[in-house]
């Protein structure tokens, strides 16, 4: 699903004009995506002048170096080797956990498949 960089957002509503299941309003001068009203069309990313809406791809890309960020700030926070090791461990099981997560659901959606 396509992300608004509100901060970048300048409010010329290309977006809500261009997309075509109306998925996109405005609120206090930024562009609003719907998620449940959203058909992943990516319209409104090639749509935005100013580049604030991103796509797939890009928005793995902040979330990952998001994780990042904040993994470290918490590393930081502990800087005895052993608690680190154990945080890091604690992290990757917690990601392990949300994967299974996704798969079994992703799993389950397909069978959905008409
Ligand atoms: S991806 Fe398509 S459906 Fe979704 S908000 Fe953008 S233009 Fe609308
Ligand atoms: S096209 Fe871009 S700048 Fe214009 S309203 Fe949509 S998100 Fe904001």
Redesign the pocket.
């Known amino acids: 699903?396509?992300w608004i960089l509100k901060k970048k957002c300048i409010a010329c509503k290309k977006?809500v004009k261009?997309?075509?299941?109306d998925?996109?309003s405005m609120s206090k001068s930024k562009a609003v995506?719907d998620d449940h009203t959203?058909?992943?069309?990516?319209?409104?990313?090639k749509v935005c002048p100013v580049h604030a809406i991103l796509g797939e791809r890009e928005k793995v890309k902040v979330d990952v170096e998001s994780n990042i960020k904040s993994f470290l700030k918490k590393m930081k926070k502990h800087n005895g080797s052993a608690t680190n090791n154990r945080i890091l461990k604690g992290e990757l099981k917690q990601l392990e956990r949300q994967k299974k997560i996704i798969q079994g659901t992703i799993r389950e959606l397909k069978r959905f498949k008409p």
């Open positions: 699903m396509p977006c261009r997309c075509p299941v998925a996109i995506i959203c058909i992943f069309c990516g319209k409104c990313v």
